[in-house]
């Protein structure tokens, strides 16, 4: 069993480890970027239905 690996606040290369396996998750806990990611979900899922993707995987 390996080590999950979680980052706070993202950068590019964090959120690009956490689209590519290496990371687990990324977190945020700055209000603008959960606001932010709030808005993006509630969008997608007005145009798309269904599930929100998660921004860290791309996956619901």
């Known amino acids: 069993m390996g080590v999950k690996i979680v980052t706070e606040n993202g950068t590019e290369e964090g959120l690009a480890a ?11 806990d700055s209000p603008e970027v959960i606001g932010e990611t ?22 619901p």
């Open 18 to 28: 956490g689209e590519g396996g290496r990371f687990s998750a990324t977190v945020a």
């Open 38 to 59: 709030a808005v993006r979900s509630a969008v997608d899922l007005m145009e798309k239905g269904g599930r929100a993707r998660s921004p860290a995987s791309g996956s």
